[in-house]
């Protein structure tokens, strides 16, 4: 679980994953950073009660990375 300060183009090959999980999210106000907060929850598949599996938090920086990254990961999405 961290902040992330920096996204980069992983060329290794990537499969789906085989299962879905759930994503929360919140704004976490760290003085005067605000920070977007991701945590995915175990599968549905999982034995015990649900839980949180991993967190990242990204600051405002990050997020102007991440739009730029979904834009041009999926064309269509207008935003």
Known sequence: MAVVNLFFKD???S???PTFVECGWSVINAGKQHLLQLST???DTRQSEK???QTIQIDE???E???KIIKAAFPRIRA
């Open 11 to 13: 060329p290794r090959n």
């Open 15 to 17: 499969r789906p994953h």
């Open 41 to 43: 929850f175990g599968s």
């Open 51 to 53: 839980k949180v599996s």
């Open 61 to 63: 920086a990050a997020a």
């Open 65 to 67: 990375e991440l739009v």
